[in-house]
């Protein structure tokens, strides 16, 4: 049995690759039960990498641990009448039906929406697509950086060329707006007792993080460039270069700026730089001039004397220097978990947390990622049940 929040909560991912996972683990880590149907030949992401751990009759991948923890495994090929009676009689059972296929797949295979609420009025369906269930490219496919580009994301990313975010941003934000949508639909359920179609694309998830870059062309018809390291509306907001490694700065208000003075000695009404207006307009002399300053210390002299004045600052760290982090450690964002083939793994958790649960997620345990197929006697059992 599962805890948490959302433990009353059954959940068909029919979902591959990482948008719908995502929204999956997000509604299992609070507590859902998330059976993830899979074709014979799996999700596509237990055959993407390396690294892969195990051996090779028992490997996995490290790409599909990292957003199928928290569910079932149940094989299914829904090709066959037998085990499309199978689909039908958990959707019987199921408050949410999750699918990423392309437009009209799910149709093509017998169980277009109109069936689904047939089956189970209440349900709530998920649909995620690459660029939206209707309109003129709604046949495209959707992978993460085709939408990254398609989505404007990539041409205010970089310095000197657009650049892909270091992770496939596009698939996971569809991921977190679809587990939005999905409660927002459950929420609403206890009122009409009616089910309804949730739909986000990847495209959807772009354009809905243009934040103040999409105002300054559909208010001010400004087209933003690639922002690179420092903010293109803040001064003196950025990354910049020490004697050592490089120190992060985010001076958001005017008296950040007299304290970042205070602490190296500067006048904050000097001509050029009193506004921000003016920092933004002079950054590049600005950037130099602190550059300058900073050659002469480690990142830690500047880190310190930072922290001191009270100015948000950081250094970057690497993947590895974050999970030994005292900090990341004192938030419980690292799950111990007992994997059915590969024993003890330590994976990354939930961002959420609740005031009277003070591990990562609405659960005090976690369940690893499932091997393929590792549910289907027990799913089928319970089924019988």
Same mark, same amino acid.
């Given at each position: 049995?599962?805890?948490?929040?959302?433990?009353?909560? #059954?959940?068909?991912? !029919?979902?591959?690759?990482?948008?719908?996972?995502?929204?999956?683990?997000?509604?299992?880590?609070?507590?859902?039960?998330? *059976?993830?149907?899979?074709?014979?030949?799996? %999700? %596509?992401?237990? @055959?993407?990498?390396?690294?892969?751990?195990?051996?090779?009759?028992?490997?996995?991948?490290?790409?599909?641990?990292?957003?199928?923890?928290?569910?079932?495994?149940?094989?299914?090929?829904?090709?066959?009448?037998?085990?499309?009676?199978?689909?039908?009689?958990?959707?019987?059972?199921?408050? &949410?039906?999750?699918?990423?296929?392309?437009?009209?797949? !799910?149709?093509?295979?017998?169980?277009?929406?109109?069936?689904?609420?047939?089956?189970?009025?209440?349900? +709530?369906?998920?649909?995620?697509?690459?660029?939206?269930?209707?309109?003129?490219?709604?046949?495209?496919?959707?992978?993460?950086? #085709?939408?990254?580009?398609?989505?404007?994301?990539?041409?205010?990313?970089?310095?000197?060329?657009?650049?892909?975010?270091? +992770?496939?941003?596009?698939?996971?934000?569809? @991921?977190?707006?679809?587990?939005?949508?999905?409660?927002?639909?459950?929420?609403?359920?206890?009122?009409?007792?009616?089910?309804?179609? &949730?739909?986000?694309?990847?495209?959807?998830?772009? #354009?809905?993080? =243009?934040?103040?870059?999409?105002?300054?062309?559909?208010?001010?018809?400004?087209?933003?460039? !690639?922002?690179?390291?420092?903010?293109?509306?803040?001064?003196?907001?950025?990354?910049?270069?020490?004697?050592?490694?490089?120190?992060? #700065?985010?001076?958001?208000?005017?008296?950040?700026?007299?304290? !970042?003075?205070?602490?190296?000695?500067?006048?904050?009404?000097?001509?050029?730089?009193?506004?921000?207006?003016?920092? +933004?307009? =002079?950054?590049?002399?600005? *950037?130099?001039? *602190?550059?300058?300053?900073?050659?002469?210390?480690?990142?830690?002299?500047?880190?310190?004397?930072?922290?001191?004045?009270?100015?948000?600052?950081?250094?970057?760290?690497?993947?590895?220097?974050?999970?030994?982090?005292?900090?990341?450690?004192?938030?419980?964002?690292?799950?111990? &978990?007992?994997?059915?083939?590969?024993?003890?793994?330590? *994976?990354?958790?939930?961002?959420?947390?609740?005031?009277?649960?003070?591990?990562?997620?609405?659960?005090?345990?976690?369940?690893?990622?499932?091997?393929?197929?590792?549910?289907?006697?027990?799913?089928?059992?319970?089924?019988?049940?």
């Amino acid at each position: 049995m599962t805890e948490g929040p959302l433990a009353d909560l #059954i959940v068909l991912d !029919l979902t591959r690759a990482l948008a719908g996972p995502h929204a999956g683990m997000m509604l299992g880590d609070m507590g859902a039960r998330v *059976i993830k149907i899979e074709s014979p030949t799996g %999700d %596509d992401t237990r @055959g993407w990498g390396p690294p892969f751990i195990g051996e090779e009759d028992e490997r996995e991948s490290t790409y599909f641990l990292s957003t199928n923890r928290n569910k079932e495994s149940l094989v299914l090929d829904l090709k066959k009448p037998e085990d499309q009676e199978v689909l039908a009689r958990l959707v019987a059972r199921a408050d &949410v039906l999750m699918e990423n296929f392309r437009v009209g797949v !799910l149709d093509r295979l017998g169980f277009p929406v109109s069936r689904l609420h047939e089956i189970n009025p209440g349900l +709530v369906v998920l649909q995620i697509t690459g660029f939206g269930h209707d309109g003129p490219e709604a046949t495209r496919s959707g992978y993460d950086q #085709i939408a990254q580009g398609e989505g404007g994301l990539m041409s205010i990313t970089g310095t000197t060329q657009p650049t892909k975010v270091g +992770v496939p941003i596009a698939d996971l934000l569809a @991921g977190m707006n679809g587990a939005f949508g999905v409660l927002a639909a459950i929420h609403e359920r206890s009122t009409t007792g009616r089910g309804r179609v &949730v739909r986000t694309s990847l495209l959807a998830g772009m #354009i809905g993080v =243009h934040a103040f870059q999409g105002t300054r062309w559909t208010v001010a018809g400004e087209v933003p460039g !690639l922002a690179g390291d420092h903010h293109p509306a803040i001064a003196p907001y950025g990354m910049f270069a020490t004697q050592t490694a490089p120190v992060q #700065i985010a001076c958001g208000s005017e008296g950040l700026w007299r304290a !970042l003075c205070g602490a190296f000695g500067w006048d904050p009404a000097e001509d050029r730089f009193a506004t921000n207006v003016e920092r +933004v307009a =002079h950054r590049d002399e600005l *950037i130099a001039r *602190i550059e300058t300053l900073f050659a002469d210390q480690p990142a830690e002299h500047w880190l310190a004397l930072l922290s001191e004045a009270g100015v948000p600052s950081g250094k970057v760290r690497s993947l590895d220097d974050v999970y030994t982090w005292d900090q990341t450690l004192s938030q419980h964002l690292l799950l111990d &978990v007992e994997h059915a083939t590969q024993g003890k793994l330590k *994976i990354p958790g939930s961002p959420i947390r609740f005031d009277d649960n003070p591990y990562s997620g609405g659960r005090a345990t976690h369940a690893a990622p499932p091997t393929l197929g590792q549910h289907n006697e027990s799913i089928r059992e319970w089924l019988d049940s």
